[in-house]
Structures are given as C-alpha cells and as structure tokens.
C-alpha cells in the first residue's frame, strides 16, 4: 500500500473501493471551540522546518515540547491504566489503584468503567497530566501472555465495549486516552523485535476489532506498538494509514510506544506522528536533512503537527483554547475509596461455591485461619511500566479482620515462601541515617564522591530521581543508605539492585562489589525490575544496622537501584505444617494463593499456568485438613487449579487494586455479590490449551490459528476447560425461559433481542445474559451481545440485547470491506459460553434497495 503525505483525516487522494456502509457508532461530535484545520495550519505556517520537526519528539521522558510561536505548552504523560502515576516513579505522590483490567472487564458492566474511567481522569488533572496511555486493547490470545493482566479480555466484542468505556470516562474529564498498542502485541517473548504474521481477516475481524471501537468511543491518542505485523514495524505500518486513519477517520495522534520508532525516513513517511520519549535524534536534525533532500515530503511534517496541536487543543494545551469538554469535579477521598471497594466486588468471580457455603455467616464463626503468603501482602497490580505506588494497600487478611472484628478470632499464617526477589526498605522499617526520618537517603555523586544533588525517599526502590529540577548530569553513582533496626535476630538476606558496578556495605563491611552484565534491553528489565546481588548477614534484634547500596549509572542503562533486606525465614516444610495444623485447629480456613511480578509481569512470558512454589500442596493440604475451605485466586490471568473439586468455594480476586481487602470480605461475607463473568478461558491444565505459544520462529510468531481463540478454540479443542469464557456464579439462581427474535433481518441493520429469564434462587440478585451466534461456514459461536439485569427473589425480568449490524458481518479481502452472507444463523443465549439453553433462528436478507 501506498502511504501518501497527506493527513487521511481529509479527503482521500483515491477513490475508495466500494463496501458495505459502516455498522459501527459515529464518533462523538467535535466541540465547537477545537480549531479547524484552516487553524492549524496558520499555526504551523509560524514554523519552520527546525521548530516543526522539533515539536515531533519528545523533550524527556513523559514530556513533549512547548513552542510559544504558537501557544503550545508542553503536554504531560503517564502510564497507566490502573491509575495515574505521573510523570515520575515517586513513592511520595500515590495514586488510586484500580482492579486490573481483567477484572474490569470481568464486570460487564461499562458504566462501572466509565465511572471508573472519571476517576482516573480526576487523578490526572491533579497531577497535571494531559495524557493517559492506556487502555490496553490488545487480546488474551494465550493465556501465558505476560501482560494479561493489562488486557481486557480474549473476546474482541468485550475487550471494544469494555475499552470504549473507559475511554469515554477518561476523556469525559479533559483528559486524552490512549488506546494501545496498535496492533498484535499480545505477548511479551521478543516483543521489540517480533514480526506478527495475521491473515487480512482475522486482522480485521478479532485484533483490530477493539480499536475500531475505541476510535468510534473518540478516542484521542492511539499508540503504535514495538512490534511488526506482516513484515511493517508498528512505527512504519501501512496500518496506521489504513484502516485508522482513512477508513475509521481517526483525526488523533498516534503516539509510539517508548522507544519503538527506530527510523528516519521510514517512520516519518508513515502516519506516525510523535515519536517518545524525545529527544529522539532519529527524529532531529536526521529528519530535518530528510525533508530538505526530498526523502520525507514537508507535507507529511505538517499532517503530524495538526494532530499534535489538535491534542493540545483538546487537553487545553492551546493557549486562549480551554479543555473540553469541561471537566466535572473529583469525587472526594471516601467517595473515590468507596468507588473502588465497589470495583473489587464486582469484577471478583465466584468460579466454585458447594453447598452455598458462600455468603458465610458471620454469626457462626468463632475462629478462621487465613493462609498464604497473598493474603498479608496481596498483590494489587501487576508488574511492569503499569505500576503505580497506590494510596492504600489493603490486605485480605485486614479486611477478613475488619469484617470479624468482635466475632471472631482470625490467625494468619503464610504456609509457603513465593518471592526470590529481594524486598526493598520502607518507611516502616528503615530510617535516614543524616536526618532519623523514617525512610531512606539517596544521594546523587560525581566522580569525586560530591555530592550532586541528595533527597529523602520512603522507599529503597529507587527508579529515577523524583524531586522538581533535579539536574544530576554530573552524577556517576547513586548511592542509596538507610538504619535498620531488625525485628529478629538470625541471618538476614541484604541486597542491591541494579545493573552495571554495585556495592552494598554493612555497618562498614564490602559484602557486595561487583559488575552486574545486563541480561537483556527490555525496557521493563533496564528500567523497573533489573538484577539484583544478595548475601546472608547475621544480626541481631533491636541493634540498628547500617546499609549503603551504590551503583555507576551506565548509559542506556536508566536509574534503578534498590538497597533490600528480607528477615530470616522458618524451614518451609514447617511453614506448612504450621499452616494446616492452623486450619485444622478453627472454624473456618480461607486460603489465597496467586502470583507475583516475578511470575506475572510486563517483560517475559509464563513458561505455564501452574501456581508458583508449593501452593497447590498447601491448599491440598489444608482442604484435608479443613473441609470448610475457601480459596481465593489473587492472580491477573489463568492459573491451574487441579486442587479445584476439593474444595467447596474458589473466588477469583484478579488483582483486585487498593481495596482488595475489604472489597473481598464484602463478597466472603454477603455485603455484596460476586458481580464477576470470566473475560477468558481458564485451562485444566497448560497442555491443554488450544492456542498456548508465544514464542517467535526466527523472528516470526505465526498466528496460525486464525480467528480461532479463546472459547472458539475451545470448541475445537480435545479436552474441556476448567471454566468457560463468561462462566461466573452469583448468590442466587437463574432460569431462562424465553429468547425472542424476529424471523427476518435484512443485512446493515441492528437487531434487538429479549430474553426473559427468573430469579429462582433465595435473595436478590445480578445476571448477566449473553448473546452468541452461530453461522454456517462462520464461527461455531461468538459472542454478538451482552446485556445485565437485575431481580428480585421469584421476580421475572426482560433483558435486552442490542447486536450491531457488524456481528453478522465477515471481512471480505476479495471486496476489502464487510460483508453480510444471507442465510439462517442461530442465536443462543445464557449465562456462558458453554450454558447456553435458549436458542432461536434468525434469517439474514440482502439489504433493502437504497430509496430513491
């Protein structure tokens, strides 16, 4: 394909070959107030080549730059998406921290993420940030993807519904949203370089899919991924181009992801329009030169700073040119919090729940034994570029206690070790040993052990300098030290984090002094989660311990050093022992088990889904211990569970974000409902997965599958899952009784369904009803639509389920537009989708004539 100079938000240069109309929403309409293009391009005219090919880049990290030729302040980034960072890794400025997207997809419910998405948008205004980069749109192709957790869903349907939520939510609040990442970075196994091999119809049908809908929802930024599809890095695509910039309509910004245009001319002459993070030189006086020899036409410079300035205008970038739409007020601390608690419960799934023994009645415990290392640290997010220091943190083991505080007498016990990784200082545990605040020293050295610029940090984890004007260009070594005061005496576990030379001294003493050799340039292992050197020290309790961490900053290398300390451990086999005897000895054992950012995170895929450690023993263990036992699942994505007939109730928690505790006992204990459906399969067991591979054949992953993942995977597979795509269970019962359809549709209209179902179980009540299709020669089901009601005991209620015209179309590469094959499909409807006891036929028809 031909990419032109033009901006494809204007009138094509060709005629385009006739299709059949879009089936999808238009686009919100433009405020009056955003600048036509006859106004940006006077803008533009104030510049020349330099200044313009300037303002394509950024000026740091999460910053572009400002041009007060025409009124252009700078414009701020941050990542997401379970909450607004900002531009800096600063402990000291938390954010509110949102369940993952896994679990908000699980909700089905798009005005909790709209709600959810306002929120975040609040956060960032007050952290002045102007762009959020998230959400993300890519697919849960395999369950081993190591960004699962970032994603919505394995179904293109859900993922665009639930992602175009959450863009009108953020972008409701005067803050842009950034759908990512355009397209086919679905895993993370040589993710920079992987070259993605998709048929034209399964591109367009499945993973393309959710950012046409997140451009319907107006979506103002969409980011460009690392990797290429079909031979074209993401940078370069033809697909920036066509389908988003012409067919869609797209007039955003396409922004690339950090680091990934790694060309001039190449990247300049495709719809490509900020480069970051900046200043990039490939995109400096390289471009600059490209543009004077006739390589890169001006005129493609030009189309990229009309949507640049065009984001401005709509950010309130633009001088004399005020956000819009106008942004509502945030809500208040406790709003905010009480919002999230909601969010825990209503994306947790309740996959497993005999003999009713959830809800538990609170009145009949006397004592409870909670187990697993999760549930006194539960792992709220995941790992990656996506973390955030969230505002709270709280436990399972602090909510169960909450929720029994005066009933019941609650012991926790870990029962097994999870983490390798070393554990960075805290506030709670460290103090500066210049000032005696609780917290840590970092300083900032030249050669000559000057000192070039010094703060006090809460944390040992230190991933960049964080204070306003820090200027370190003279640092060679950042130096991290702190007293530790240690609760127990034994031996102790010290250790520094970082690439290149590191030291780390004990109370004087060298332990560490050594060159650490970077083991890949992933930008999640240089810049978050880097090696780490570790040594045994014996200490004693109550006498303080002094700890100095240094490590030579190298370029490319970024800022990351951590100075760590982790108290000695009991035998695991004891661990255990001391577990069930725990669960033996009470009422009641609750059990969370799940993962950790050193098993699922941005940066590397899962080798496989089992547990990490000896959770599946210990869960076995307690369960013949303790025959009234609740586990909860606190991981992002698909774990096994061959443990899982066992025990009476299994409760997928995800990732739950800041009020996982208490949003979670109000599950455990009846305050709320489990609102959640599965947005993906769960495996029995890793080699059963129908579609399981991520790793590139000399460069090349081959989606060889097709159309065909998730559930439509499952329908060809040998063995059944674990649990179903959609499967959830809630704390009553359902029955469907009617679906009705009309005979007859002609092909390019909606359809609107009714299904009626009754609440035959003993309390009120939450289902969601969905709607799958089946089609000769199509797909044996997919999901068409989706729709949630509500009912009381015995009460009988409608739901209505709209299907766009798009559910019964195909794309055609012959005709390169939709189609609608007229025939008989058959549409079902229930709970999952594998429960699905109504059916009826609808007959697809050829279009009605266009009317004189």
Known sequence: MTVTAQDPAEPPATTPVPREPSTLPEPPPEPSSLPSTDDLDRLIAKLDLPAKVR????????????EPAVGLRAMTFSDGPVGVRGERWDERDAALTLPSPTALAACWDEELVEELGALLAGEARRKRIDVLLAPTLNLHRSPVG?????????????TGRTGAAYVRGVQGGGVAATAKHFVANDSETERLTLDAHIDERTLREVYLAPFEAAVRAGAWVVMSAYNAVNGAAMSESPLLDEPLKGEWGFDGLVVSDWGAVRSTAASARAAQDLSMPGPNALWGAALVRAVQDGTVPEAAIDAKLRRILRLAARVGALADRPPRPVPPPAPSPEAARALLRRAVAAGAVLLRNEDALLPLDRTRLRSVAVIGPNAAAARIQGGGSAGVFPVAARSPLEGIRGALDGVA?????????????????????????????????????????????????????????????????????VEVSAVLRPDRSGEWQFAVVGLGQVSLRVDGGTLIDEYVTPESRDPTYLHVAPSFRQVPWHVEAGQDVWLVARRRMEADSGYPVALAADPPRRDEDAELAAAVELARSTDLAIVVVGTTDEFESEGFDRPGLALPGRQDELVAAVAAANPRTVVIVNSGGPVELPWRASVPAVLLGWFPGQE????????????????GRLP?????RTEDVPVLGTVPVDGVLHYAEGPRIGYQAWLHATNEPAYW????????????????????????TALTVEVRLRNTGPRAGREVVQLYLAAPGGPERRLAGYAAVRAEPGETVTATVRVEPRAFQYWSPEHAGWRTEPGTVTLLAGSSAAQLPLRAPLTLTDPPPPAP
């Open 660 to 675: 996982a505790g208490d949003g979670l006992a109000d599950v455990l204990f009846g305050a709320a409902e489990p609102g």
């Open 725 to 748: 795509f959609g499967h959830g269970l809630g704390y009553t019962s359902w029955s469907y009784e009617d679906l009705t359809v009309p005979p007859v549709l002609p092909a390019g």
């Open 146 to 158: 190591g960004r699962h957790f970032e994603c919505f869903s394995e179904d293109p349907l859900l």
């Open 409 to 477: 007498d609650v012991q926790h016990c870990a029962g097994v070790f999870l983490t390798a990784r070393p554990t960075p200082l805290s506030a709670r545990d460290s103090r500066n040993p210049r000032t005696g605040d609780p917290g840590v020293l970092v300083r900032y050295l030249d050669d000559e052990d000057a000192e070039v610029h010094v703060e006090h940090r809460l944390s040992g984890r230190i991933l960049e300098p964080t204070d306003a004007g820090a200027d370190i260009g003279a640092a060679t070594v």
């Open 680 to 684: 993906t399969t769960w495996a029995a």
């Open 55 to 66: 303002l394509l880049s950024g000026s740091a990290v999460f910053r572009t730059p400002a």
